[in-house]
């Protein structure tokens, strides 16, 4: 059994990109793996937040990872804030990486453009992550396509660390899904589809009501060329809504693109609020039971003493490589 680690942040409702991209695949994951699945709410405070709504936010993503169907019984469902390993681990890995690597990350570069200073937190977010994953002895990370470059990171770092101290860390891999591993924003289809984006139309999030899914498809950003092809350089409004249709359908790119041959932007987006609609409704309608049940808050205990009792062999091992502590 592979041992399979991945996270979302409680910074606002889970759109379909973070679905497509990451959660569709925790749930096939969970069947055959030791899965664990984290909403990363030290990641969240990276940027500032309210208090009173990340605790909302937190409940949030964990009744949504259920209703999408991530079975607590086959996974590990905990909030990163409640095992100390992650943030304890986290400095022994700063200690063992490089400003030069961090100055790279292209999210650390746009989340702070502009600014003269940038909160150190989300200068070294990367290594957090790499904390989270390192702490399970992860094999798989189920992630969207913008975080290669983070999960390369922490492979950089496990093996500078395996090569120094001896075999500390499992070294993991990263796993992208083939469509909707970077679903783009509606009205700006060359940016990604992000929960912090400003215009609520840019994301459909899996608690759209319907009239608000439609509204934000049938206004979402094509061209003037008016033929239906994938092709995401010259057409990047078409092909994002081609590769939304299929990551919810299963139909392929091809056989949309034949389905729709000589028919016009209008009726693809009809069909797609459908489709879209049809894949959120019962994930809306499980959700609505979860998020305010015990069963919630039981789970998230239980998913603590468990992803707890990991870590903490984990951090013994550590420390004894680096000679800390007794
Ligand atoms: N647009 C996307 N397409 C495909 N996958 C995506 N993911 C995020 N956006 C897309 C994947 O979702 C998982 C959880 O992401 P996250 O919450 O940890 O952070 P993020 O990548 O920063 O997501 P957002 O939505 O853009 O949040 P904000 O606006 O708060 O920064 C990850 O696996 C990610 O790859």
């Known amino acids: ?30 069947e055959e793996n030791d899965a664990i699945y984290c909403i990363v709410d030290e990641h969240a405070i990276t940027v500032p937040q ?6 909302q936010h937190i409940l949030d993503v964990a009744a949504l990872y259920m209703a999408v169907g991530v079975d607590p019984k086959k996974a590990i469902i905990f909030v990163q804030s409640d095992v100390p390993g992650h943030a304890e681990l ?30 150190t937190g989300l200068f070294t977010y990367p290594v957090l992550m790499a904390a989270d994953i390192l702490l399970y002895d992860t094999d798989i990370v189920p992630v969207g396509n913008d975080q290669k470059q983070h999960i390369e990171l922490t492979r950089d770092i496990a093996l500078r660390i395996n ?34 984006a400003e215009n609520p139309h840019s994301r459909i999030s899996l608690l759209d009501e319907p009239s608000k899914i439609k509204k934000s498809i049938m206004k979402s950003t094509t061209d003037s060329e008016g033929v239906i092809r994938f092709d ?4 990047p409004g078409i092909s994002n809504l081609l590769s939304i249709y299929s990551a919810f359908s299963g139909e392929t790119i091809e056989e949309l693109v ?27 309608e499980r959700y609505k039971e979860i998020r305010n049940s ?9 998913g603590a003493d468990r992803a707890n009792a990991i870590a903490e062999k984990t951090m013994k091992r550590v420390k004894d490589r680096f000679g800390l502590g007794l």
């Not at 309210?50 to 605790?55: A, E, G, S, T």
């Not at 001896?166 to 083939?178: A, H, Y």
Request: hydrophobic share 30%; glycine share 8%; net charge positive.
């Open 232 to 235: 995401v350089e010259n057409k």
């Open 90 to 119: 986290n400095w022994i890995l700063t200690c063992n990486s490089y400003t030069g690597e961090l100055s790279r990350m292209t999210q650390f570069k746009q989340k702070s453009k502009g600014r003269e200073s940038a909160p």
């Open 258 to 284: 034949a389905k729709y041959d000589g028919q016009g932007y209008g009726t693809l987006k009809k069909d797609l609020v459908e489709v879209t609609i049809n894949a959120l409704t019962p994930v809306q």
């Open 50 to 55: 309210d208090p009173k709504l990340l605790r």
């Open 294 to 302: 015990q069963e919630l808050i039981d789970v998230l205990k239980d």
């Open 1 to 30: 059994m592979k041992r399979v680690f991945s996270g979302v942040q409680p910074t606002g409702n889970i759109h379909i990109g973070n679905y497509l991209g990451a959660l569709k695949q925790f749930v096939q994951l969970q």
């Open 163 to 196: 090569n120094k101290y001896g075999e500390t860390f499992v070294v993991p891999e990263g796993q992208f899904v083939k469509s909707g591993a970077r679903v783009m924003s509606l009205d700006d289809p060359t940016s990604k589809m992000s929960k912090s």
